[in-house]
């Protein structure tokens, strides 16, 4: 039987644009383009065309490249007898690190100017690194719920 958790988390990264307004950016970036390639193909730039065609192309990949990488979670959960970190890359490809909570090491590194730059949890030799993708805020509210729910574990 599988023992209640002291503590669940699910950690993703943000994006600041949702998806009607990465709609609405590439309909007016698109439009703006379309507008402006009319002029330069009137005057006879054709070569500029081709120009046009890869800015949208180069902006619509690099947000695909985003929204994909935006993807990934990691579940992390603590029971009293178990803890799971348990990673989804955007592919779908996962992976997990378990140990006992009693054994688990959380190591937090800070920068004076930055905060949080890194967190890690380790047992006898082994680990993952946790959050790397979290912004500098969440990082700091999640070590401070992890590290109250490893020691609530520990009692």
């Given at each position: ?105 959380f190591t937090v590194e800070r920068h004076e100017e930055i905060g ?40």
């Open positions: 039987m599988k023992e209640e958790p002291v503590f669940e988390a699910m950690l993703s990264p943000h994006r600041s644009l949702g998806r009607t307004g990465l709609v609405i950016l590439v309909v007016l970036t698109a439009s703006a383009s379309i507008f402006h390639l009319g002029f330069f193909a009137i005057a006879g730039a054709w070569p500029i065309v081709g120009f046009f065609g890869l800015d949208l192309a180069l902006l619509y990949g690099a947000f695909w490249l985003s929204y994909r990488s935006g993807r990934a979670r990691e579940f992390v959960t603590v029971s009293r007898t178990d803890l799971e970190v348990r990673k989804v890359a955007p592919s779908g490809r996962q992976s997990a690190f378990r140990c006992n909570p009693f054994w688990a090491r949080i730059t890194h967190m890690r949890v380790s047992s006898r030799g082994d680990g993952t690194e946790v959050g790397s993708f979290l912004n500098p805020d969440d990082k700091e509210s999640f070590a401070s719920a992890f590290q109250r729910a490893l020691a609530t574990a520990r009692r």
